[in-house]
Each structure stands twice: as C-alpha cells, then as structure tokens.
C-alpha cells in the first residue's frame, strides 16, 4: 500500500521530502517540545556543533535515565545540512525512517539527517522537522492521520495549528486514544 503525505500548505512531494538542506530542528515526540537549530547560538553566531544529553552543559538537554551525559552530538555541514554523531553512548543511536518502507530501527554511528527521520536515544524518541518546526506524517489512511498528527505534535492545539486539522476533531481522537 502507497503511503501519503498530509501537511498543511506542502505538496505531495517525496523528492522534495528527502533532501537534507531542508533540514531545521528536532521534535520530541509525544511532547510540544520543538527544538529549531537556527535558535542555538554562541553569543551572536550560529553554533556549528551541539551536544544531546542529560548534562546540564549540552545544548539540548533531555531529563531522561536511559540518555548518557553526552549521547551525541550535531554538527553543522558547509553549504547545508546536518550530520549526527553517536558520542560512543551506553545506548547507542537507533534511526528509522517511515518513507524507507520498513519498520525496522537501525544502529547508527553517524548520519546525514533528514526531515522526518525518526531518531531513538535511550528510549526518547524525536523527529527531524524543517526550518519552520514542521514534519510530514506518511500515513497510509486518512483516519490514521489525527493519531499522527497527535503524536508527533503532542496536544490538539498543537497539531491542528501545524497541519490544518480540526481542533474538535484532534480533541476527539484524543479522549478515544485516552481510553
């Protein structure tokens, strides 16, 4: 079964979904949490490296247990894009990405990223969003969408301000999901 593209103001464009210099930030799943690379600076200048970890020194901090201290890190390509980096963590980094066509997960020690890239660390999950702090959602129904929709962005509001859904409809799905 072909899988769809549903995002506010995108077109159905796989192509246009792979490349890497599209690349903005991170999501974390489940949560609002939304962290944009452009926002991560040293003094004035855009930080060309940033640390992912439980220590209070990384740039992107995540309270977690299953996190190392430096789990791993991002840097910043010449022209565009984004390269991840494992710091040699207890857990390791695990990727997968869903227009792949498989739902495996798979070990990584480094990796050109790209948005809508699933990223395990310990047992937090993010997502590769774009520029604006958006990803799409493949989804092979549409009644498969709000539940995406809900757990990519965390709350209804978020989600129905990101993809256009009904707010009362996202609030629905999620008392079901609740259930």
């Known amino acids: ?27 974390v799943l489940g949560s ?8 991560i600076l040293y003094k004035i200048f855009l930080k060309q490296k940033f640390r992912i970890g439980r220590n209070p020194k990384c740039e992107i901090r ?10 791993c890190s991002i840097s910043r390509l010449k022209p565009r894009g984004f390269l991840l980096r494992d710091s040699g963590s ?5 990727v997968h990405h869903p227009l792949d066509g498989s739902d495996s997960w798979r070990k ?24 604006r702090g ?11 969408f709000f539940r995406e929709a809900l757990y990519c962005y ?5 989600a129905a301000r990101a993809t256009g859904a009904p707010r009362r409809k996202l609030e629905r799905v999620a008392k079901e999901m609740q259930r």
């Open 1 to 27: 079964m072909k899988s769809i593209l549903l995002e506010r103001n995108h077109p159905i464009d796989v192509s246009a979904h792979l490349r890497p210099a599209d690349v903005g930030g991170i999501r």
């Open 90 to 94: 207890k857990n390791g980094v695990y």
């Open 62 to 71: 995540i309270k977690d247990p299953t996190l190392s201290s430096e789990h």
């Open 134 to 144: 958006y990803c799409r959602l493949p989804v092979e129904r549409y009644s498969e």
């Open 108 to 131: 990584v020690a480094t990796l050109h990223l790209t948005v809508g890239l699933h990223i395990l660390l310990g047992n937090v999950r993010l997502i590769v969003t774009d520029r």
């Open 32 to 39: 609002t949490r939304v962290i944009l690379f452009d926002k």
């Open 154 to 158: 965390g709350t209804p509001h978020a």
